[in-house]
């Protein structure tokens, strides 16, 4: 009997405790799923093809790269892939290419791309739910309907000459369908934890979350926040959480301290294997 399996492996993370693999703030995974592989973001560019050539992934094997939102952190090595193969596929809203800064005292800072829309070859624009290929979807822009959620006043963008807050409508993720549930990859998740669970549980017809793994934004919340959103997350019945990136210290801590061995802290070149069903 043989076992078919959703592979999600990170390329880029804050942490490394391995050999040979390299650590930035920021955030890439490999999904290998259905005999294809897809890169969802590719961090600032600085690890990312040092830590793919020591884990043995070729740009080859990819097939496509999905962008979860206009930030250098998640999207500046996307330059370093295209570099090696400018056929690959791009899954993006188009607001990720705006020109985007966040606050810092009374300077903007760059936090936006390294790279524009035209110059990629094969541009797919996801704004709303898209099943790229049978069981993996982005969500496209995602629904707020939790108003304890606010996006921070210091992330900005340019809109014709004009700076204005950016409220992040190119914000997404990925979910993945597997029988015994919804693996849901969270890459910054700008719009907010429960409003993009919430989103998936909506466009999917309220199957079951079985895993959450990604940032969650929540490393400059107040403890109102973490412990709302950890209560949250207490009602959906998964069986994994990993908390990555920008979850932040005191939230990992919640989750931990609330959901005990369903926890792993993940760091560069962990891999977390999922049956999808099995076959005979």
């Given at each position: 009997?043989s ?5 999600v ?5 804050n ?14 995974f ?10 969802l ?5 600085l690890v ?6 020591n884990?043995g992934?070729?740009v080859?094997d ?7 939102h ?5 999207g500046?090595g996307l330059?370093?892939i ?8 791009v899954?993006a ?14 300077d903007?800072?760059?936090?936006g ?16 739910a ?6 993996l979807?982005?969500?496209?822009k995602?629904?707020?309907?939790n108003?304890?959620e606010i996006?921070s006043?210091?992330?900005k963008?340019e809109?014709e000459?004009?700076?204005e807050?950016d ?7 990925v979910?993945?369908?597997?029988e015994?549930?919804l ?7 700008h ?27 929540l ?8 412990n ?6 207490d009602?959906?019945d ?5 908390p ?11 989750m ?5 061995d ?6 560069v070149?962990?891999?977390f ?7 005979k």
């Open positions: 009997m076992v078919e399996t959703l592979k492996k990170i390329l880029v993370e942490r490394v405790a391995k050999e040979n693999l390299l650590a930035e703030h920021g955030l890439s490999l999904i290998s799923y259905q005999g294809e592989n897809y890169l973001d590719t961090g600032q560019g990312l093809i040092n830590n793919m050539n884990l992934i070729e080859s990819i097939d496509g790269v999905i962008l979860s206009g930030h250098y952190d998640h500046n330059k370093d295209l570099a090696l193969n400018s056929e690959i596929e899954y809203h188009p607001e990720s290419f705006r020109v985007k800064y966040s606050k810092k005292g009374d903007l800072v760059l936090r791309l390294n790279i524009n829309r035209e110059e990629i070859k094969n541009f797919n624009s996801i704004e709303e898209t099943e790229i290929i049978e069981g979807w982005l969500t496209g995602i629904a707020r309907i108003d304890g996006i006043k210091k992330f963008k809109v000459g004009t700076i807050e409220g992040f409508s190119d914000d997404q993720s979910f993945i369908e597997t015994q549930g693996v849901v990859l969270l890459a910054c998740t719009a907010g934890v429960i409003n993009t669970l919430e989103y998936i549980k909506k466009i999917s017809e309220g199957q079951k979350i079985r895993a959450i793994i990604g940032g969650m934004h490393i400059n919340a107040s403890q109102k926040r973490i709302e959103t950890v209560d949250y997350l009602h959906l998964f069986e994994l959480i990993v990555l990136h920008c979850t932040g210290f005191k939230a990992m801590k919640a931990i301290e609330k959901f005990r369903k926890v792993k802290l993940g760091e070149g962990e891999e294997i999922f049956n999808i069903s099995e076959g």
